[in-house]
Structure formats: structure tokens, C-alpha cells
């Protein structure tokens, strides 16, 4: 245990992985924004465009990992911009299900083009057989925390 204290910051992975991440979301919020969008209203957007039925605001939450308050916010800016709308789940009346409208998908597409651009900046670096790697690493921490 001593052997990682000593270690400089910059060998730390929960600081790399935090100014990667940083990085990546910078870039990509500076490219969504001529969509009105940020990376999290996106990542809500993308999600509420998976499927035609819609998806729950607690599932948004637990996908996201998000506390659910922030995810009512998110969802209200959607909607406000037109893009989302709340549709009562007929399996479950006291849920609401978030569907995405034709101009959300719309959005969704052009926002797609630009975020995709704009992660290719940093992973630039990486060539592809990297990318799967790393794509495949960070999909299994993030499996096993949700």
C-alpha cells in the first residue's frame, strides 16, 4: 500500500480517467452547443431515441448514473426546446415515460454527427485496435457498477 501513496498524481488512474473524461466532455459539449445541447442532454436525448415506446425518468437516472432531480431537469430542458416529451406508460400510470419528438430525433442526428467529431479530437491518439481495447475496459467497470 505504501508503494501506491508514493506514486505522483499523474500515475493515478482515478485522476487520469477524470481528466480524460474531462477533456472528452469539454470537447464535445463545445461542439453540441450550436444544437443547444450539452453532454448530458444528449446523453438523455440519445436514450429517449433508442426506442419509440420511450423510457422512464428512473431509468434515464440509473443508465446515467445521475441522481433522479437531475435527470426532471434535464428532461424539462428537452421538453422546453421541443425535442422530449413526458407520455404517460400505459403499463404504469404513475410513470411517465420519455419520448423523444420528431425534432428531437432530428436533433439527435445532427448532434450525433457533431459529438462523434468531436471525440475523434482526443481518441485521435489512440489507433484502433486501442480504441476497442479501452472501449472494452471501460464498458466492464462500467457493467459491474451498474
Do not use: K
Not at 5 to 33: K, Q, W
Not at 84 to 103: C, S
Amino acid at each position: 500500500m505504501e508503494e501506491l501513496m508514493d506514486r505522483p498524481l499523474s500515475e493515478d488512474l482515478g485522476f487520469l480517467l477524470s481528466r480524460a473524461s474531462g477533456a472528452v466532455v469539454r470537447t464535445t459539449n463545445a461542439a453540441l452547443v450550436e444544437h443547444g445541447l450539452r453532454v448530458r442532454q444528449y446523453s438523455v436525448l440519445v436514450l429517449a431515441c433508442e426506442t419509440a415506446d420511450g423510457v422512464s425518468q428512473r431509468a434515464l437516472a440509473t443508465v446515467l448514473g445521475l441522481d433522479p432531480s437531475q435527470v426532471v431537469l434535464l428532461v424539462d430542458e428537452l421538453t422546453a426546446a421541443g425535442l422530449v416529451e413526458r407520455r404517460p406508460d400505459p403499463a404504469d400510470r404513475r410513470t411517465r415515460l420519455v419520448v423523444a419528438t420528431a425534432a428531437g430525433r432530428r436533433v439527435r442526428g445532427l448532434a450525433g454527427t457533431a459529438a462523434a467529431a468531436a471525440v475523434e479530437s482526443p481518441m485521435a491518439l489512440l489507433d484502433e485496435a486501442d480504441r476497442q481495447v479501452l472501449r472494452e475496459l471501460l464498458t466492464r467497470i462500467w457493467s459491474a457498477t451498474t
